[in-house]
C-alpha cells in the first residue's frame, strides 16, 4: 500500500478528504525498525506522532530496577504518540519494536494546523484519546483487583480471540512471548509468571505444550478471570 491508502486506514485520519492527505502524504517521513529498536524514550521532546505502517510496536515504562510495564501494544495499521500532540507534553512512555515494523512519522505542527482547518480530525482524535484513556483505566483496574494467575489467563484469553483456532467451547494458539515478555505485560516477574502457569496447569485451566498453548474450558477459564 502506498501512504495515502495507510493513512486512510487509521482512525485518526481516515476522514480527511483526498488534497488534505495529499498534502500530508508528502510529508510523512519514513522509518523502518528491527525488533526491540528503540522509536523514542520517555520524557523525550514530542515532535510528532506515528502510523504504523507494518509490524507492531509496544509503549512501556521502565522502574528504577529497569523492570519494563507495558502499557500498550499497537499493530498496523494505527497511530501511536498522539497524546503530546494535543498537549503539548513529553512522549509519556518509551515505544519499541515488537518485531520489524516501519513507521510513518508526522510532525505535530502538521496535525494541530490540519486540525484547525478540518473539524473531522480533531473529532476522530477526541475519539482516539478516549479509547486511549478506557485502555488505561483497564491495565490500572487489571494491575490492582486481579491476582497474576488472572492478569495471565486474561491476556490469555485476548490472544486466543485475537489468533486462536478451536471449536467453540476449547481454543489453542501459539505463544510468541517468553516468560519475561509476559510478566512485563502483566505487572510482575518472570518467577511468578512461571509458578502461576504451573498452577493454572495443574487446575486444568490450561495446557501447555512447547509454545502452544490450549484452553480446553473456555467457560472455565472466564470464571477463573472473575
Known amino acids: ?19 488534505v492527505l495529499d498534502v500530508l502524504a508528502s510529508r510523512v517521513v519514513e522509518k523502518r525498525l528491527d525488533r526491540n529498536e528503540i522509536l523514542f524514550l520517555a ?4 515532535a510528532g506522532l506515528y502510523v504504523i505502517a507494518e509490524g507492531s510496536l509496544r509503549a512501556y515504562r521502565s522502574g528504577p530496577d529497569g523492570r519494563e510495564q507495558v502499557i500498550h501494544v499497537e499493530r498496523a495499521i494505527t497511530t501511536v504518540a498522539e497524546v503530546p500532540v494535543f498537549d503539548e507534553g513529553n512522549y509519556p ?3 519499541a519494536a515488537e518485531e520489524p515494523s516501519r513507521v510513518f512519522f508526522i510532525a505535530k505542527e502538521d496535525i494541530r494546523s ?7 480530525l480533531a473529532l476522530a482524535a477526541t475519539k482516539l484519546l478516549a479509547t486511549r ?19 495471565i489467563a486474561k491476556f490469555i484469553l485476548e490472544e486466543a480471540g485475537r ?30 509468571v512461571t509458578r502461576s502457569i504451573l498452577r ?21 477459564l472466564r470464571r477463573y478471570i472473575g
Open 1 to 19: 500500500m502506498d501512504r495515502i491508502e495507510i493513512l486512510v486506514k487509521t482512525e485518526l485520519f481516515g476522514q480527511l478528504d483526498g488534497p
Open 43 to 46: 520524557g523525550d521532546p514530542a
Open 93 to 95: 512512555s518509551t515505544v
Open 114 to 120: 490540519i486540525s484547525t482547518k478540518h473539524p473531522q
Open 133 to 151: 484513556l478506557r485502555k488505561c483505566a483497564e491495565l490500572v483496574e487489571t494491575l490492582s483487583l486481579r491476582e497474576v494467575g488472572q492478569r
Open 163 to 192: 489468533r486462536g483456532s478451536g471449536d467453540g467451547n476449547s481454543i489453542s494458539f501459539v505463544q510468541e512471548l517468553t516468560h519475561s515478555q509476559l510478566a512485563a505485560r502483566i505487572g510482575t516477574v518472570r518467577e511468578v
Open 200 to 220: 493454572m496447569q495443574a487446575a486444568g485451566l490450561v495446557d501447555v505444550s512447547g509454545k502452544t498453548i490450549n484452553v480446553p474450558d473456555i467457560q472455565a
